[in-house]
């Protein structure tokens, strides 16, 4: 380990250098624990309120759209006859989209020992919680008949029938549900331990009740780190082929389809890489906000910052070549329909849409490439939302163009969104904002003993190692 | 009031059984009277047949001196048509929801009439399809949409009578604009002198088919193009002499090979049905037999605009060759029944499933309503209740439902299941005779209505069957068959014969 | 609430160090010494601390194994039993058992159950949830989960002796030594 004391500015670093401490500011395990817990104990900042009370209105606005929607009918949607799928599925695909980044951080880094991790493990996962849910809401909503959902589970019932194990969706349906339940699973076990934290420095009797029962009676005993440690890696090594198995389920949702422009082998990959792209984007952006209001800018600092900017460089890049290779087989195939499909989206009705998402998706990350524009916090700020509203476009792009315009001329019909649509989208946000500032308010946002864990001096041999 | 005036206070059934009496003239009066009222009929009343003999010579006499001058009508001085509606006919039919939602034959437009013109005319005029503009003639005005039509003369507007009538009814009232305000009674079928101006407001007109400017649109226009020889494939007389295989070498595509074992279908009956597009006239009658057969709701001209037509069986219009003066295609499409249905693995709840007789079938209250199914038709023969578009049905129109067909509630998806209550009912009666189902015995509501006979339908595995002859015909295809998705419908190919003098495909290379 | 209540049962001896690598030096004397009933207490797992204090390998895994195989198999007897016997439908003219199509669901069920597997028997084996322990009468104790480092030695240990135990541990560097009893 270098020496951490020139490295406490945090403004100037350009080239990194190798073994740079990951956490900055002389932190000590007493430090850290003071910083996040503090964060959650203190007073509650009136700018949280502000922002909470903007969240609630927007998911007071999903309920209505929903609400509404349940009484009068899936038509108070822009969809049409050959546009059934609209805004919700699009919604539903970034949703599920932004929610990966949280598992590929908190699971597949993990399993690469990717220490610099740790400080944005725990809002990345419950970002991913707090997107499935807002994912899982879409397909919910979406049917005709949203009180017959429980058709969908395959539960005995007195009619005797049981779904269908062939539709992409129903694998959607286990797909996403176990997706949920081994997030949720893997945030909380991973927050038990700062759980126990927040009940040992509770002061009222409502907080250590509280954190008493949800800490489970963690004492921090290396039998039960033992164990826990080999669950949480065994979590780790089940949730990185789930995470890469998700995207590519709800991507058959349109890859085992035969509409042009859906019946596409290369969309497993392509939709992972997008998902990775489109939830590194989300994490960015909610960590800049987040390490400047609550101050954590010595935990995640910008060689975090950097490091995300890189997996977006890449996972943008694949995206990029995704979209250059679905263009190509759609030539290289000599299908009227394939082909039309591809020169359709860029060049037809949707020009648009598709214009918005190269821009978006394709030429913001290349600016990465520039370790300068790497470190300037307001424009990753900026690209990490570009790439949010081009990996939107992307699944609109995909899911409406397809459709709008298939096989027979005679179906083609144009799809506009409602306000109903826009409503339902903008409520979505309400949501996972709502459930976001929540988690940041009660719950440690940072998981304080995983970065003591790689603080230097939690290294027992620290004090006598090879210097 | 019969009974005021004549002090007759008999009922009127009586008296109409009266008049009756004195036409039916025959021994058992009763047996005659029921017989009538039961066909609805009078056979006796038909009328005598006439031989009518064409003296050409009168007609040349009256060409000659050329009636109609080519150059008469002027941009300012327009030819006006008027015809009467295809779907509401002189406006008798202005209250009846099934014929406001059918769509023209050509334009495809319910609930409305326009002023239909060339491109060439709207371009001059400066105005666009939705563009409403004031229609003057003879010192009348009257505001009307404009919708552009391939193939219409140039200077020349056609119009439908039978619409904007205001005292017709809950469904007909103020739909579209009433011509006869501006027809002369010494010009009912065609005049000139009609001109045309922009008023630069729109009206929103409900069109089934190419939506949002397709026929303007190049990229569109070039792509139907080239897959117009793929979806109806046709060729001349001669060329089908020539070549009568031409169906099958349309379109190339790679063995059809499954990955898996595929499910027999070898039990009979095995249904199927032939749409011979060679007899079809685009009338449209099929499309009401089924509305009328399978109780499909009417959902009004917002949501024919949205594009939710409910018709399970529709007619798909092409135009083909010059813009200006194209040729013209119809062709009936419904649920297509496909062996290996790309609906029926995409529903999560097996809502859709295939029955052993080879149906496409629909569980309907097992329907959730995800829509993939008709997301992965590539036929989009699927129809959805986006809303309870049964809802609000007086009690007369819901007594005059088919009681065999299931109502459908919104968020469920429905489709053409070739009228399987129909198939049910002959299953039913065969197995009670201990036979089995006779060839004919089983007419689909599109079949039985069709004028030229271009449905057939029964037992595809019954080779006395009328539609397994027509199915060995070479004329025979399947739409889409590349996909390997098995149709059970199959078209027969179009064969145009032209007069050779006024031929304009003299190279079928054009 | 160390208090000296006399119905109270001695549970043990907890003992603080100052630094993760003199709680990890303290835990292998403890091992070399013979205990057995005594755990290590720290904020985070210190590396290296199973071999200090003689533990065998956590056997979880093995569990995990066996409940994401029957995961598996669940997943696949269900469709299986679902399309081919309970409800036989044609669906797009495929095989009533269609196994390409169940792979999905098959790895979901496998992962779900291995998740749950290792989540409630990670619980188990660590004979979670407890909220009540000895422990946790040491007011001293609640900085475990801060910084603080632990070592706690149970009464119930065989070779365990009050004052010979006390006397061992202050020896091997325990800074602060504090007995700790049931209720």
């Known amino acids: 380990m270098s020496k951490i004391v020139e490295m406490t500015g945090d403004t100037k670093p350009v080239a990194i250098p190798e073994k740079q401490p990951l956490i900055l500011g002389n932190q000590t395990f007493k430090s850290v624990t003071d910083k996040i817990s503090g964060i959650v104990e203190g007073k509650t900042p009136k700018e949280w309120y502000l922002a909470f009370a903007v969240a609630f209105f927007g998911l007071l606005l999903l309920l209505g759209s929903i609400g509404f929607l349940v009484w009068d009918g899936v038509g108070i949607w822009g969809l049409n006859n050959p546009v059934g799928w609209g805004w919700a599925i699009v919604n539903f695909v970034f949703w599920v989209g932004i929610g990966h980044a949280g598992t590929l951080i908190s699971a597949i880094l993990f399993l690469f020992r990717q220490k610099w991790r740790t400080s944005i493990n725990r809002f990345a996962e419950a970002m991913t919680i707090f997107a499935v849910i807002c994912a899982l809401l879409f397909p919910g909503i979406h049917i005709g008949r949203i009180w017959l959902l429980y058709y969908f589970f395959p539960v005995p019932n007195q009619m005797g029938v049981w779904p269908n194990f062939r539709s992409p969706l129903l694998w959607d349906f286990f797909a996403v549900g176990t997706y949920f339940t081994v997030s949720l699973l893997f945030w909380y076990t991973g927050m038990i331990p700062d759980l126990a934290t927040f009940r040992d420095r509770a002061k009222t009797r409502i907080r250590k009740i509280i954190f008493g029962i949800m800490s489970l009676g963690w004492r921090g005993g290396n039998r039960q780190w033992q164990h826990y440690e080999l669950a949480y890696l065994v979590l780790a090594g089940l949730s990185t082929p789930l995470v890469l198995s998700v995207h590519s389920v709800v991507s058959t949702d349109f890859a085992t389809s035969l509409v042009p422009g859906w019946h596409s082998t290369i969309f497993p990959p392509y939709f992972v890489s997008g998902a990775i792209f489109s939830g590194f984007a989300m994490v960015m952006t909610l960590a800049i906000i987040a390490r400047r209001f609550y101050g954590l800018e010595h935990f995640i600092t910008h060689q975090h910052l950097d490091k995300m900017a890189k997996v977006m460089l890449l996972t943008g890049s694949i995206v990029g070549y995704s979209y250059a290779t679905e263009f190509f087989i759609a030539w290289y195939s000599g299908s009227e329909y394939e082909s039309f499909t591809f020169i359709n989206r860029a060049f037809g009705p949707y020009a648009w849409a598709y214009w918005i998402m190269i821009t978006c998706n394709v030429v913001v990350p290349q600016f990465f490439w520039s370790g300068k524009l790497r470190n300037n916090i307001a424009f990753l700020f900026v690209a990490s939302i570009l790439v949010n509203v081009g990996m939107w476009f992307e699944r609109f792009v995909i899911v409406v163009t397809s459709l709008s315009r298939d096989y027979l001329p005679s179906s083609w019909d144009y799809y506009s969104p409602t306000l109903w649509d826009i409503m339902t989208f903008i409520g979505s946000f309400g949501l996972f904002f709502t459930f976001f500032l929540l988690f940041l308010r009660f719950l440690p946002m940072i998981s304080m003993s995983e970065i003591k864990g790689i603080l230097p001096q939690a290294n027992p041999h620290h004090k006598d190692s090879h210097e | ?510 | 609430m160390s208090s000296t209540r006399t119905d109270s049962k001695l549970f043990g001896l907890l003992v603080e160090f100052e630094t993760p690598a003199a709680l990890l030096k303290a835990a292998e004397k403890v091992r070399d010494a013979g205990y057995k009933k005594f755990d290590c207490h720290s904020p985070f797992p210190i590396h290296g601390m199973d071999q200090a204090m003689g533990m065998k390998r956590s056997n979880l895994g093995y569990l995990i194994a066996i409940f994401t195989i029957i995961g598996a198999a669940a997943g696949l007897g269900l469709q299986y039993w679902v399309h081919s016997i309970e409800y036989p439908h044609i669906i797009s003219g495929k095989p009533l058992f269609a196994w390409q199509a169940y792979i999905v669901v098959m790895f979901a069920m496998f992962v779900l159950f291995g998740a749950g597997a290792a989540v409630f028997g990670m619980l188990h084996i660590n004979r979670l949830p407890r909220l009540h322990h000895p422990v946790f009468f040491s007011d001293r104790f609640s900085k475990v989960t801060t910084d603080g480092f632990f070592i706690s030695l149970e009464a119930a240990d065989p070779q365990f002796d009050l004052q010979k135990t006390e006397a061992f541990l202050r020896e091997i560097g325990g800074a602060y030594i504090e007995r700790l009893e049931e209720k």
């Open chain 2, 1 to 510: 009031m019969a009974a005021v005036t004549t002090g007759d206070d008999r009922s009127g059934y009586d008296l109409t059984r009266e008049t009756w009496r004195s036409i039916l003239t025959g021994m058992d009066f009763d047996r005659q009277w029921k017989r009538i009222l039961h066909d609805g009929v009078y056979e006796g009343a038909r009328g005598k047949s006439l031989q009518v003999e064409i003296q050409s010579g009168n007609l040349t006499t009256v060409l000659d001196k050329k009636p109609f001058p080519t150059d008469a009508a002027t941009l300012n001085s327009m030819e006006i048509v008027y015809q009467v509606s295809n779907s509401v006919y002189d406006g008798r039919f202005a209250n009846n929801g099934w014929l406001q939602e059918l769509p023209d034959p050509v334009t495809k437009l319910t609930w409305d009439n326009a002023v239909v013109m060339s491109h060439r005319t709207a371009q001059e005029l400066g105005v666009k399809n939705e563009d409403l503009v004031t229609l003057q003639h003879q010192g009348r005005t009257l505001r009307l949409p404009v919708w552009i039509l391939p193939g219409q003369a140039d200077y020349s507007v056609a119009v439908e009578l039978g619409y904007g009538r205001d005292a017709v009814g809950r469904i007909g009232n103020g739909v579209g604009a009433n011509l006869y305000a501006i027809r002369r009674s010494t010009a009912p079928g065609f005049d000139i002198g009609a001109s045309i101006r922009p008023t630069g407001e729109t009206y929103p007109l409900a069109c089934t088919q190419d939506h949002h400017g397709l026929d303007v649109e190049k990229l569109a226009r070039e792509s139907i193009r080239d897959r117009l020889p793929i979806i109806i494939r046709e060729a001349t007389l001669e060329e089908y002499r020539e070549n009568g295989e031409f169906v099958h070498e349309i379109v190339e595509s790679p063995p059809k090979v499954s990955m898996w074992k595929e499910i027999k279908y070898d039990e009979r009956p095995q249904w199927g049905m032939t749409i011979d597009l060679n007899v079809c006239t685009g009338c449209n009658a099929c499309t009401i037999a089924c509305q009328s057969e399978n109780n499909i709701p009417v959902v009004g001209k917002e949501e024919v605009r949205l594009g939710r037509e409910m018709h399970w069986m529709r007619l798909d219009r092409y135009y083909s060759g010059d813009p200006d003066d194209p040729e013209m295609v119809h062709q009936p499409i419904s649920c297509q029944q496909c062996e290996m249905a790309p609906c029926e693995q995409v529903c999560p709840v097996a809502a859709t499933t295939h029955t052993e007789d080879g149906l496409n079938g629909m569980t309907y209250n097992r329907c959730i309503g995800t829509r993939y199914c008709a997301n992965n038709c590539p036929y989009k023969v699927r129809r959805f209740n986006f809303y309870n578009y049964a809802k609000g049905w007086p009690e007369i129109v819901q007594m005059a439902r088919n009681p065999d067909v299931t109502v459908r509630f919104r968020g469920v998806m429905e489709k053409c299941t070739y009228c399987v209550q129909r198939i049910a009912l002959a299953k039913i009666a065969a197995k009670k005779e201990n036979r089995e189902i006779r060839d004919g015995e089983v007419v689909s509501a599109c079949q039985q209505t069709c004028p030229t006979d271009a449905i057939v339908f029964g037992d595809i595995l019954d080779p006395n069957s009328k539609i397994f002859k027509v199915k060995q015909q070479n004329r025979k295809y399947e739409l889409l068959e590349e996909l390997n998705i098995r149709p059970r419908t199959s078209f027969l190919a179009k064969l145009r014969n032209p007069n050779p003098a006024l031929s304009k495909r003299q190279n079928p290379k054009d």
